[in-house]
């Protein structure tokens, strides 16, 4: 079989790499970064996603389709999460022709429901 | 999907096309299994967006410290698997079976400490329905549902993936394996990785990313 | 229609039987891995559910003679479309055309010996009959009453009918539906002979790959649905429950997500036939091939954008409603482009009128006019007039029954032949073509009317002044009754008494035709090498055999 | 036996909604002509047998194709631009409106009026006056719709929606519900009358409610204890409520929001959830005690509070 056959201490770098971001993450929980806390996170899960599809899955010794079809999925669960917090994060802005109610910053978290 | 045997199967033309193919088929099958659980996932996103500050209280009752290991666990499953798949491309008959029991044994670890943080949200009147109690997150009822669904799907995909594995150490116990055909291991070592791809993403949403915010 | 008589060389000599005289136990059907085999067990399957959801529809329709509910309870009325709703869609139209002519052809068309997975195929088709057998029962056992939609908390909370096990039904046929789009990409990908690159590919796999991507990408996201409904009626598992804070409207975005790629998955197999028969009948290389192809890659791409139209009026943010208005508009163009290319395709040709080329045109028809009517739909201000109202009703109908039915039907008339050894009375069939289209027309085209006029749907009484329209509709559903019910007695006929059919009856091009009719039970006697395009046809030699013929 | 083929045009948006239909029914025949004259053309000339010229033609195909993909392009956004404007109008109700509160439960609509009046399914307005209907539901999805104004909008439970109109025709006209809501779905239909505005009074007077919708708001603001807290001098330190409604409230964490019906609603029933800056989480929830329709009498009466500033403003 024509697969590429990667060294065991390939796997054992990767591993350790996930540790660290594992044990980074972590230790990033603790600290408040303010609204970066999330976006810290979920950046770390996204390279360790990475770390898992290219090197334990193999998808960086494969074909071009094999790129492609690891992407679709999640490229497919991007637009129906943008396009439907498109619809959750504008909820209630638009204002009403009732000049009553004064320009304010709308908050937007607690005006979706 | 793979013939399970060293033949090829009819309709194709050589061992290479076969593989290929079963190859491309379990990606596709993973692409269904993203937006599968993404549905969830959301949900969920949806859900915290619009409840925050409940979101982040009942988030900050679960325990992070089963998680965290689970975590470590799971990485640590998916880097024997990894092991377990170069041991059959080198033909290390007895290696791949090691490896797959070490996979299977850190799997139902997995579920083990899961049992226990199940039960510890048991008794912390988690479980919603009737009996729940979460003082000042008034959704925080609808947090444990998604983190009850949530969970709960990935430790199915996860019990299945035991089953999996355990046909596969069983299979290369019987020598069926050689490093001209282990399509199967490869295949199930992919789904593995899987699930353990679900569980990281589940790792932040769950449990840190409302820690400090 | 003298092309049918035309001698042709003899076969090869015969090296395998023929796919229907390899077995004739029941094991051999129900066991078979045989994509051929597969796609009749579908056919027959389809049918059956077909005729079903169609005697629903027939006494719906007779409900509705009068503006009082004097034939069938309001629950009952309910439940009648429920059945129709989702019969219809899961267990007739969207396996269709791909399970069943999917199945044959995609294999023969790109040379192959059979699909990549063939287990796998053969497993789907039991996925989607024990999802069918739990529909069965969820009817039998005292029908479900949400409507096709699943609304909750309608459906999570309120229905006192049996959801779960319809809901059971739709998950278990989805993983077929999704098994075969899988076994329809790798396919594409892997099994094509030698020579047949991929703009050699005919439009039918084209399309069929466009289906696939969105069987595969959307369908799981119905299967979550459906769970997490089910699950809020078990076990309460409140995630849409607006008691404890769930939001109803998520349902619906997530229920949609799925529900309006699955609209394209049940057109786009029907464009693939089209795509086929234009070209044949015509006898003319088909116009803007590359145009076409990408066209239906664009519809599968696009119409994962545009879900949220279905749901204007449902309260999700008004920007929101812009943004999907926009995008939804913007998945017609795709579907311009084929229309444009089909009639482009005629000019210069030699057309002939056979059965399937009259389907294909009425295909053309219909599908432009549901098509248009979308547009309404898609116009924000429009739509909150028309949505869920009789106008939804034509609109879908139009397309689903006018366009998707219509073509479904000229594909099983143009590949009867190949497929069971006997040509179909083509008079008969011409005849069925003529009143399906007029009784069609009738049935539906006077409930845009109700709709403009605000008939909402699922009501089975209504106000007086909308009754004329309904008897015309009652009336033009019997006439269509008579057009569906006319080929299946001719085609049963046709079995035994029909003609014997040729190789390549029509003098087609597709590799499919170049292997006897019924094929051998690996396709061909030996992998075709493919050399040329698809629709290889010539109009001006056309006309000089036709000469020649009648000196 | 009545044929009709207009619909009445009995709001301020019907003739905007009927131009924009009307449009695209002229879109559509067009398009249809475009395609199938030269259809029947090409199925006439071109039918096997007849004489005509088949050679191939020579121009760029990509030249064609773009012209059909372009034009057909700018008039579907042509068609979208007009499509949005009418929605636009649909969902923005306008400043100054007679207020109306509907209840949707299966199945039946409950509709009050600001003056006290209540009626089921039925629904009537005064001529030329602009009508804002707030409405929620009960128990499922419902949607109330009145054709002949061309307004339709689903009528979620757990949440208000508004739609609003302004009647140009006296009459009657049908209100349908139009989102399937269980068996009886198709009888939760009623009507709107709309009156001269005199006839209107008279009607109003003539129902004799007990007590206009504020006055029920009050009472029930005293029976449930809401005034034990916000009102005068209380042991509870509670935000007074004199002018609250349509101002910025400051909440805990800093964020503001605007209180609307929701905000009001979402006050009583889920307390928690929303901590005005400064109180404490004192506030019990009501969920469970106070009826859809209470809800709405506390809301106009809360609304009804002068328009003092409130606290937190000064
Ligand atoms: C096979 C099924 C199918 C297909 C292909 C389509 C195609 C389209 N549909 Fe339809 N639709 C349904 C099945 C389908 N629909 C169903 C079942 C429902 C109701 C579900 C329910 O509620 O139960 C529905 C409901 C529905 C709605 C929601 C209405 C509501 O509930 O309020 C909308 C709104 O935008 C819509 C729009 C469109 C559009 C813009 C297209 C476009 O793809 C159409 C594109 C085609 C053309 C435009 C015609 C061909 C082109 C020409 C003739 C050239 C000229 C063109 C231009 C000038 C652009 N559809
Ligand atoms: C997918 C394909 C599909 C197909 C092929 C059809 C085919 C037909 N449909 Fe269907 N329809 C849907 C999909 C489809 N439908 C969907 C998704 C809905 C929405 C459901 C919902 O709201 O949840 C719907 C809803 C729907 C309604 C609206 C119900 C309502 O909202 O109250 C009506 C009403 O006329 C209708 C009629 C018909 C008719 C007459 C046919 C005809 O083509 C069928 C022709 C067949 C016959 C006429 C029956 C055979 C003959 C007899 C049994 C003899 C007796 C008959 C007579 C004497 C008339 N359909
Ligand atoms: Cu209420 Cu339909
Ligand atoms: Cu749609």
Known sequence: MSAKIISPKTYVLVWLALMILLFLTWGASEINFGVFSPVIAIVIAVIKMLLVVLIFMHVRYSSRLTWVFAAAGFLWLMIMITLTMGDYLTRGTVRPQNKSIPEWKVDTESQSR | MAEATNAIAEQFDSSEQQHESAWLGLWAFLATEVLFFGGVFLGYIVYRHVYYESFVLASRTTNLVYGTVNTAVLLT????????????????????????????????????????????????????????????????????YFYFTMTGLHALHVVIGIGLLSVMALLAARRRFNPAYYTPVELSGLYWHFVDIVWIFLYPLIYLISRHS | MNIIEETHPPPPAKLEPDYLEAGHTVRSWLLTTDHKRIGLLYLFSI????????????????????????????????????????????????????????????????????????KLNLLSWYLFMAGGMFALYAIIAGGVDTGWTFYTPYSSRYSNSHVIEMATG????????????????????????????WFRLPLF??????????????????????????????????????????????????????????????????????????????????????????????????????????????????????????????????????????????????????????????????????????????????????TDTYFIIAHFHYIMVGGTVLGFMGGM?????????????????????????????????????????????????????????????????SILAVGYILPVIYFIWSLHKGKKAPANPWNATGLEWQTPSPPPVHNFYETPLVVKGPYDYSPEEEERKLEERHG | MRVPFFLDQASTLAPRVDALYYGL???????????????????????????????????????????????????????YCWGSSVYFEIERPPAKAMEINIIGKQWMWKLQHAEGNREINQLHVPVGETVRLTLTSQDVIHDFAVPAFRIKQDVLPGRYVVEWFKATKEGTYHIFCNEYCGVSHASMIGEVIVMSPAAYQDWLARGQPEETLVQSGERLFRELGCSGCHMGNSQIRAPRLEGVFGKPVPLQGGQFVVADEKYIRDSILLPQSQIVYGYAPLMPTYAGHVTEEELFQLIAYIKGLGNKQPEYMK
């Open chain 3, 170 to 197: 739709i998950f278990l046929s989805g993983f077929g539906s999704i098994l075969t789009g899988l076994n329809f990409i790798i396919t594409v990908h892997k099994m094509r002979a030698p020579g047949m690159t």
């Open chain 3, 413 to 477: 008339h143009f590949w009867w032949p190949k497929i069971t050894g006997r040509m179909y009375p083509e008079k008969m069939g011409q005849l069925a073509a003529l009143v399906t289209f007029i009784g069609f027309n009738l049935t539906f085209f006077p409930q845009f009317i109700l709709g403009y006029l605000g008939m909402p749907r699922r009501y089975h009484a209504y106000a007086p002044e909308y009754q004329v329209y309904n008897v015309l509709s009652t009336a033009g559903a």
């Open chain 4, 25 to 79: 029914v002229a879109l559509t025949a067009i398009m249809m002509g475009i395609i199938f004259l030269p259809m029947f053309y090409f199925l006439y000339k071109y039918r096997r047998g007849n004489k005509a010229d088949r050679r191939p033609i020579r121009i760029p195909t990509w030249k064609i194709e773009m012209t059909w993909t372009v034009i057909p392009l700018f008039i579907v956004i042509g068609f």
């Open chain 2, 77 to 144: 499953s998916s880097l024997t698997m990894a092991l377990a798949v170069h041991a059959a491309q080198v033909g290390k008959n007895k290696n791949l079976v090691r490896f797959l029991i070490l996979t299977i044994l850190l799997a139902i670890t997995f579920m083990g400490v899961k049992g226990v943080e199940y039960y510890e949200h048991y008794k912390d009147h988690q479980i919603p329905g009737p009996s729940f109690v979460l003082k000042g997150a008034p959704e925080g009822e609808l947090f444990y």
């Open chain 3, 205 to 386: 796999i084209w399309s069929h790959y466009a289906t696939s991507l969105i069987l595969v990408l959307a369908t799981p996201v119905l299967a979550i649905t459906l769970l997490l409904m089910a699950l809020e009626r078990i076990w309460g598992i409140g995630i849409f429950d607006p008691r404890i804070g769930g939001d109803p409207v998520l349902f619906q975005h997530l229920f949609w997500f799925y529900s309006h790629p699955a609209v394209y998955i049940m057109v786009l197999p029907s464009m693939a036939v089209i795509s086929e028969l234009i070209p044949c009948f015509s006898r003319k290389q088909i116009f803007g091939y590359k145009f076409i192809a990408f066209a239906s890659l664009a519809i599968a791409f696009l119409g994962f954008l545009v879900w949220g139209h279905h749901m204007f009026v449902a309260g999700p943010s008004v920007y929101a409603g812009l943004v999907f208005s926009l995008l939804s508009f913007l998945v017609a163009i795709p579907s311009a482009i084929k229309v444009f290319n089909w009639t482009a395709t005629l000019h210069r040709g030699s057309i002939s009128f056979e059965t399937p080329m009259l389907y294909a045109l009425g295909f053309i028809g219909l599908f432009s006019l549901g098509g248009l009517t979308g547009l309404f739909l898609a116009a924000l201000g429009a739509d909150v007039h028309l």
């Open chain 3, 47 to 118: 049918i059956f559910f077909f005729f079903i959801a169609a005697v629903a529809a027939g006494i719906m329709r007779l409900e509705l003679l009068t503006p009082k509910g004097d034939l069938v309870l309001s629950e009952t009325y309910s439940k009648l479309f429920t059945l129709h709703g989702v019969i219809m869609v899961w267990f007739f139209l969207i396996p269709s055309i791909p399970t069943v002519l999917g199945n044959f052809l995609i294999p023969m068309m790109i040379g192959a010996r059979d699909v990549a997975f063939p």
